[in-house]
């Protein structure tokens, strides 16, 4: 049987199953049960993508949530491939994170959901913290809110019609840090 935590590679894609629940109906006869999945899916390389699926077997709920979160996917750009570009907030219900950018060495300090999503998604070096729940579905949708909101400094130079170097703040050599402020 399928546990969370696993995770399978189908050709470049990482599948990280997050979390599997039993679901009760109620009918005449009595219950009848089934299985509800949660899954990241990510190519490790900036783009990253959940689904939930529900079946009456473990591995359908599995492959019904892996093609739901296959079609789901967004790209997030990432800084030198290893961290974002800068902090972002996400929230959805009660779920509140907060992600921030790491000096390379950190490694994903993220817990559950969140260090499913991050590696997945590619990131080696982030800073995560879960601030309201922990129900893993609210958790995956504040977080993906949250990527949504990274932006790349080409792309903000792009729309303001500015270089790069304007948008971050490139410093002359030999200007020191007080001057600069």
Do not use: W
Not at 61 to 86: D, F, N, S
Not at 88 to 116: D, E, N, Q, Y
Not at 132 to 144: E, Q
């Amino acid at each position: 049987m399928a546990r969370p935590g696993d995770d399978r590679t189908d050709g470049d894609l990482i599948d990280k199953l997050v979390n599997i629940n039993r679901v009760a109906k109620v009918v005449k006869g009595g219950r009848r049960f089934g299985f509800s999945a949660l899954v990241v899916v990510g190519d490790g390389r900036g783009r990253v993508g959940y689904g939930s699926g529900k079946a009456r077997e473990v591995p359908e709920a599995v492959r019904k949530a892996t093609e739901q979160a296959k079609r789901a996917m967004i790209r997030v750009p990432l800084r030198q491939g290893r961290t974002l570009h800068h902090d972002v907030k996400g929230h959805f219900g009660a779920g509140r994170v907060l992600l921030r950018a790491a000096p390379a060495g950190t490694g994903i300090i993220a817990g559950g959901p969140m260090r499913a999503v991050c590696e997945a998604l590619g990131i080696h070096d982030v800073v995560a913290k879960s601030l309201g729940t922990s129900n893993p579905y609210n958790m995956i949708k504040a977080t993906f809110e949250a990527l949504g909101g990274v932006n790349s400094p080409r792309s903000i130079a792009g729309k303001r019609g500015k270089k790069v170097g304007d948008i971050i703040g490139r410093r002359e050599p030999g200007e020191t840090q007080a001057a600069a402020g």
